[in-house]
């Protein structure tokens, strides 16, 4: 986790949730275990990466206070005369749009559940303290099974870790709390990728407008189903969603950074929580994508570093 | 070959139907692409996003791109590989940063005011300000039993959508407040309460779930609703409709299916006559909201 941002480590403890979820959801499918078991798990594992974190972070401290390893926060440069007027007016706008779509997940009964049943997973899982042992749907027995496709998903599993630990009904986690969780964790993908695409202290106003024109963009662009915005305002709470909005941003901001090791933990939150037995999902030709045009601009300049290349 | 060609177009058509935020986009590559030299990071992304428009909207490669997904999902779902939201915002972010006037007179200002405004007033005009989808899609009845045809006011359609779930919520306490605490309770009600009830208690079965209306949930399993459950529904939504008729006669024969399917409690409009029903002892009936609640009487035989 070295060199990364407040942002990136956000986010990973999200795939790394998600990772944990998935894994106790496996083992109740394939394992029989109760559910009970995938809490203590997740629980446990919450705790150790907790720990693991808080000793690197007192190691670090430590040796920043010993002179060891210090690193000197860069000044100002000359001029920099820190909030202009249109970095606080463009900031206003962003917070803004920001509380209203809160304000739109919050007040208003927008939850678009068409085709999906995760509310109701969440519940049964809660009740019956396992996953698939009935119909989401009707609460009775399987006679015919379910798609192995579906068995594996771990979403519905999360989801239910997370009433269990916070003691909030489904209803109220899926359709508020983590559509919220969602929308903080895209922008914070999408600030992530603003510093790539403008790295420069000087461009910080435009970074900022950046993120103000996303946010526009979720409250506009939300005219049809399958757009972002839609996603995030009505149904924040479904894979295709969490893909859409942090996992997709995400992804392209580390294949601009090189950092193409670390777009395999996007492929495999991806697996987790979206239909990727349908195809390989989204994310990954993404990665492809961004890597071919990096290999043709490589052939192109002859070179490994390019002329205007970024490490 | 060309119905799945037409199909991928048709896609297409549906997609930009009613904003066109890809038209938009397809509009700042132009310019990101014509305009000045982008390297590095920024080049990527530009040729990454216009690769993947044309990947799209060509209906050849989007027809391959379907078949990626091996043809299941629908044809808005290969959009996702197109980074839309973070190209728009920095094609958008370039056009304002390079066609800025530069100062801080009066003219300066004025003109890159006169310019904001006017990308302000392209990126609503491409879009639809939201509130068009969802209540299309719920007055539709996709996915959902709460809407009025009649009407697609976000605003009436989201208190509809309230005031049923807190009708549902109440339904639910005086069910399980008059129910015996040792039966499973196995519920049969209008779509428009079944629509909340395992979503706000999964202790409670249902004789049939959303997927009877919502078909997009069959999806998620194999199985079908025998005849007399669907025949069930259709009575139970003729019922609530105000369409059935002569369902004073029915009640009693329904009733007795829904009994013979596990069902133990029933859920119906309060203007249903059920005198007849709650002759023989074998229901107790209560009113809750603007429903009647019947609870099979404990060891009452069918």
């Known amino acids: ?269 991806e697996a987790c929580i979206v239909w990727t037995l349908y195809g390989l999902g989204a994310c990954l030709p993404v990665v492809c994508g961004m890597g071919a045009i990096r290999l043709w601009q490589i052939r192109r300049s002859g070179s490994l570093h390019t002329v205007g290349e970024e490490g | 070959m060309l119905d799945r060609l037409h199909l991928a177009w048709q896609g297409l058509a549906d997609w930009i139907d009613r904003g066109k935020l890809p038209a938009l986009l397809l509009a700042l590559l132009l310019y990101l692409v014509f305009g000045k030299k982008q390297r590095g990071p920024q080049g990527r992304l530009i040729w990454y996003g216009l690769v993947t428009v044309i990947l799209c909207i060509c209906p050849v490669t989007a027809l391959l791109l379907m078949q990626y997904q091996t043809g299941f999902y629908d044809y808005i779902w290969i959009w996702s590989i197109v980074p839309v939201t973070a190209l728009i915002a920095y094609g958008g972010v370039r056009f304002l940063a390079d066609e800025r006037k530069a100062g801080t007179g009066y003219p300066a200002l004025l003109r890159n005011g006169f310019m904001l405004l006017l990308a302000v007033a392209v990126l609503v005009l491409s879009s639809g300000l939201g509130a068009g989808a969802w209540t299309e899609r719920v007055s539709a009845g996709s996915g959902s039993a709460i809407g009025d045809v009649h009407t697609t006011d976000a605003t009436a359609l989201a208190l509809q959508e309230a005031l049923a779930r807190d009708r549902a919520q109440e339904v639910l306490a005086a069910v399980k407040a008059n129910a015996s605490t040792n039966d499973q309770i196995c519920l049969w009600a209008p779509a428009e309460i079944l629509e909340y009830v395992r979503a706000l208690d999964g202790s409670i079965t249902l004789l049939y779930g959303r997927n009877m209306w919502d078909i997009a949930l069959n999806a998620y399993r194999y199985e079908v609703y025998p005849a007399e459950t669907q025949q069930l529904y259709q009575w139970m939504e003729g019922l609530a409709d105000g369409t059935e008729q002569a369902v004073g006669e029915q009640l009693p024969e329904q009733l007795d299916a829904a009994s013979r399917l596990g069902v133990n409690c029933v859920i119906l409009p309060r203007e249903t006559d059920v005198q007849e029903v709650l002759a023989d002892g074998t229901w107790t009936a209560s009113e809750v909201s603007t429903y009647i609640v019947l609870i099979k009487m404990t060891g009452a035989s069918e």
Not at chain 1, 21 to 26: D, M, P, Q, R
Not at chain 1, 54 to 76: L, M, S
Not at chain 1, 125 to 148: F, K, N, Q, R
Not at chain 1, 229 to 237: A, D, K, M
Request: glycine share 10%.
């Open chain 1, 1 to 269: 986790m070295k060199g990364l941002s407040l942002a990136d480590k956000c986010i990973i403890t999200w795939i790394f949730m998600i990772g944990l979820a998935e894994t106790g959801h496996l083992l109740m499918v394939f394992g029989n275990r109760p559910f009970s078991d995938a809490v203590v798990f997740f629980a446990a594992g919450i705790c150790i990466g907790g720990c693991a974190c808080g000793i690197r972070w007192w190691k670090k401290r430590r040796g920043r206070e010993t002179g060891k390893g210090a690193r000197r926060r860069a000044k100002p440069a000359k001029g920099d005369s820190g909030i202009t007027a249109v970095y606080a007016a463009v900031f206003l706008v962003f917070v803004l749009l920001f509380l209203f779509q809160i304000m739109t997940i919050w007040s208003q009964d927008h939850t678009d559940r068409g085709g999906d049943q995760t509310i109701e997973t969440v519940e049964s899982i809660l009740e019956t303290g396992s996953v698939y042992a009935v119909d989401p749907l009707t609460g009775s027995a399987y006679t015919e099974g379910l798609p192995l496709r579906i068995r594996i998903l771990g979403l519905p599993t999360l989801y239910a870790i997370l009433c269990r630990l916070l003691g909030i009904s489904a209803w109220k986690l899926l359709t508020k709390v983590v559509p919220t969780a969602v929308l903080l964790l895209g922008y914070m993908a999408y600030w992530i990728l603003a510093k790539q695409l403008f790295p420069n202290r000087q461009e910080r106003e435009w970074r900022l407008l950046f993120l103000a024109i996303v946010a526009a963009l979720i409250c506009c662009g939300s005219y049809a189903f399958g757009m972002d915005g839609y996603g995030i305002l009505y149904c924040g709470y479904r894979g295709t969603t969490i893909r859409s909005a942090i996992l997709l941003p995400y992804t392209l901001a580390l294949c601009l950074q090189h950092r193409w090791k670390q777009t395999l933990l996007c492929l495999l939150a």
